[in-house]
């Protein structure tokens, strides 16, 4: 009775379960082995709720057995997918999109365990003392008394969620506090996980945000294309959380822009995206941020004190040195709110930050903000967006003035190429060129459009 079963039926329809009488009473496996050959695959088991209702998890009795569960299912867009729970944590992803899992596991449910060491045997029993009535149908996790963030990897197809958070029992290296990542193994699903002690996780339990106050971020992604990543709980009270993309060199707070999109070719790194705690925004910042508003960049910050400060000077970088482009004496009636609207940005991608001058003539800095002007027109386009050898231009029919030119972040030409009239794709090789970030940029004497391109 114990036994899961898990299976994928083709297209809509009912399915009859016949059996004799309802399950009660106490269930034990007691033979639960650790076998297979591939490490991060050993000592899983499926099992089933054998019961005609709800089965804490919680409340099971294990030996040798991790308090993880993973249940396999399917989302709306028929990709497979992994949820899993953490006992122990008591939070769970949301991968299937109907809602967080929790350890509430519904009757006939399958769900994985583990035996997590070599050479040990595993055993489960379930008794009636531990079922339940849970009449929502959707399973979701209650809330947490942890400091936690839940981050959401998505592209236009499916989603993936990881979670870390603080629990003072916790390690800072791999115990059962983790649950250990199991991947999809569809290329469509994009994948997000963190790691310890080599182990890639789904849910990272750490002891502390000021002994360990940086975490990277692993990324799987099996189909080059546009991505978001999204902090959609954040529960560390007023710590800041800073996502930082160093291949871009991009620093986000995520308390107040909590989307951050990217592009991405075919990957399995953990070597771009990490997250910094407890890394407060400098001069009293309560936020600064900057978004596209039709032809212009509109940059907004708030500070929480200005008893000592003089004046702001908002910068934009230009080539490779930052240059102020406008001025702000303190104003008491602003509600030590301020904005800016930048008109001239010749970049795709524009980076600003701001400075603070004291009335000591003390200097500091705020955290660099980025603002995508890409030009949407469906008769421009640059493909792919992460390239090594060449990439693809559209454009709109090449006249006699149509030039395209390569300018790298230092705002230098690094490449111009000419293409042949009437004509309106082109492959352009960039080999030649260090890795990097681009603008690609199209003018004909009337339009006038840019993409950026990643060399990698």
């Not at 089933?48 to 299912?73: K, Q, V």
């Not at 400091?147 to 197809?157: A, Q, V, Y």
């Not at 529960?235 to 959380?241: A, K, P, R």
Request: proline share 4%; net charge neutral; charged share 15%.
């Amino acid at each position: 009775p114990m036994l899961g079963y898990q299976t994928r039926v083709g297209s809509t329809g009912v399915v009859n379960f016949t059996g004799g009488q309802f399950n009660t009473g106490p269930f034990v496996n007691s033979t639960l082995s650790r076998t297979g050959t591939v490490n991060s695959q050993r000592g899983f088991h499926l099992m089933g709720n054998p019961y005609p209702s709800h089965l804490n998890w919680d409340l099971a009795s294990r030996t040798n057995i991790s308090p993880t569960i993973w249940y396999r299912t399917a989302t709306a867009g028929n990709v497979n997918v992994f949820d899993t729970y953490n006992s122990l944590s008591q939070l769970g992803t949301n991968n299937n999109g109907n809602g967080a899992v929790t350890g509430k596991i519904p009757p006939m449910q399958s769900f994985w365990v583990r035996v997590p060491v070599d050479g040990q045997t595993g055993s489960l029993t379930f008794t009636n003392a531990m079922r339940e009535h849970v009449a929502q149908s959707i399973l979701r996790s209650s809330s947490s008394s942890s400091d936690f963030i839940r981050l959401k990897l998505s592209n236009s197809t499916s989603s993936d969620e990881t979670i870390v958070y603080v629990n003072q029992a916790a390690s800072n290296s791999f115990d059962h506090y983790d649950s250990p990542k199991l991947f999809s193994g569809d290329p469509l699903a994009p994948q997000l996980y963190t790691t310890a002690n080599n182990n890639s996780l789904t849910i990272n339990g750490i002891n502390s945000t000021s002994i360990v106050s940086q975490i990277n971020l692993g990324l799987k992604v099996g189909v080059a294309g546009q991505y978001e990543i999204n902090a959609t709980e954040i529960n560390f009270g007023t710590q800041s959380i800073t996502l930082q993309d160093k291949l871009l060199n991009v620093f986000q707070d995520l308390s107040f822009n909590p989307i951050y999109n990217f592009s991405s070719s075919v990957t399995n790194t953990s070597n771009r995206f990490t997250l910094i705690f407890d890394q407060p925004l400098p001069m009293s910042l309560l936020s600064f941020s900057g978004k596209k508003v039709k032809d212009a960049n509109l940059i907004n910050w708030k500070v929480a004190t200005e008893l000592s400060t003089k004046s702001y000077e908002l910068q934009h970088l230009n080539g490779s040195e930052f240059v102020t482009i406008a001025n702000f004496d303190v104003n008491i009636e602003s509600g030590k709110s301020y904005s800016f609207s930048h008109n001239k940005h010749p970049e795709a991608i524009n980076y600003y930050r701001l400075k603070s001058i004291s009335i000591n003539g003390e200097i500091d800095y705020s955290n660099v903000i980025s603002i995508n002007n890409e030009v949407e027109n469906s008769n421009w386009n640059v493909y792919p967006s992460i390239a090594n050898v060449e990439f693809t231009a559209n454009y709109p029919t090449a006249i006699s003035t149509s030039l395209i030119t390569i300018v790298d972040r230092l705002g230098r030409k690094v490449k111009t190429v000419k293409p042949e009239l009437s004509s309106n794709q082109l492959v352009i090789s960039i080999n030649e060129l260090p890795n990097g970030v681009y603008s690609v940029n199209y003018y004909d004497g009337v339009n006038s459009m840019s993409k950026s391109l990643i060399k990698n």
